[in-house]
């Protein structure tokens, strides 16, 4: 089945080791998202790739970096984790140009200690 | 600005009950969709369904219908005959365009269902 993948489910890091959490999506689709999301809250939009073109939100710490070799995968690196970077990372792809639903994978919980 | 409004922090229904999840919504932007998704407490995100702000028949998904009232900017979702696995988070969302290509999701702050025996 066509479906996102995120892989690991579960992370582990200690403070400032850098981390690097990946996704891979077998629809084709042209758009990655990275979303972060922390407990009882909506998720929050880091970035995204339409095709190969990197979109950053205003408001993403420069800590947070990503990386799209092809179409199919995308990673997010997390370059100097702190505490407050412990959350659920969603990764999500669209196709562009129909209803653009975004098709989430299952997350990955990031633990920092 | 777009924005999402979800009301209801909490819900409780009855297995087999119909309950409905209500959304509003503001925008500027004369074409947008509307999407509802579902997150249980493993935390996957699952879509559910969608309108488009074009269509003129509210959308169904099985038991899910969206009650989609335009001039009331609210999107509200149903489920009928409630399953205890509906229990979980339910985000109403909204679709902007992004100047860089591709679209961002602007989401509401979630309901949370819990269906009781």
């Known amino acids: 089945d066509a479906m996102v993948i995120q892989n690991p489910r579960y992370q582990v890091t200690q403070f400032g080791k850098p981390v690097t959490l990946s996704c891979s999506q077998t629809?084709?689709?042209?758009?990655m998202y990275w979303y972060q999301q922390k407990s009882s809250q909506a998720p929050k939009l880091l970035f995204h790739y339409y095709d190969k073109d990197f979109n950053n939100e205003a408001d993403t710490p420069d800590n947070f970096q990503s990386r799209r070799p092809n179409t199919s995968f995308c990673f997010l690196d997390i370059r100097s984790p702190g505490l407050g970077d412990a959350a659920m990372y969603l990764c999500?792809?669209?196709?562009?140009?129909?209803?653009?639903?975004?098709?989430f994978g299952p997350g990955t919980r990031l633990t920092v200690l | 600005a777009q924005k999402i409004t979800q009301t209801q922090p909490g819900m409780f229904v009855q297995e087999k009950e119909a309950v409905t999840l209500d959304c509003t919504y503001d925008?500027?932007?004369?074409?947008?969709?509307l999407f509802w998704y579902k997150q249980p407490s493993s935390g996957e995100m699952i879509f559910l369904i969608y309108?488009?702000?074009?269509?003129?028949q509210n959308a169904t998904e099985g038991r899910y219908s969206l009650n989609f009232q335009k001039a009331r900017k609210s999107a509200n979702l149903v489920i009928s005959a409630s399953q205890l696995g509906d229990s979980a988070m339910y985000f109403c969302a909204m679709r902007e365009s992004q100047t860089g290509g591709g679209n961002k999701l602007t989401f509401g702050t979630g309901t949370q269902l819990k269906v009781e025996l």
């Open positions: 629809l084709n689709h042209n758009v």
């Open positions: 925008t500027s932007d004369p074409s947008y969709g």
């Open positions: 999500a792809s669209a196709l562009a140009g129909t209803t653009d639903t975004q098709y």
């Open positions: 309108q488009g702000s074009y269509d003129q």
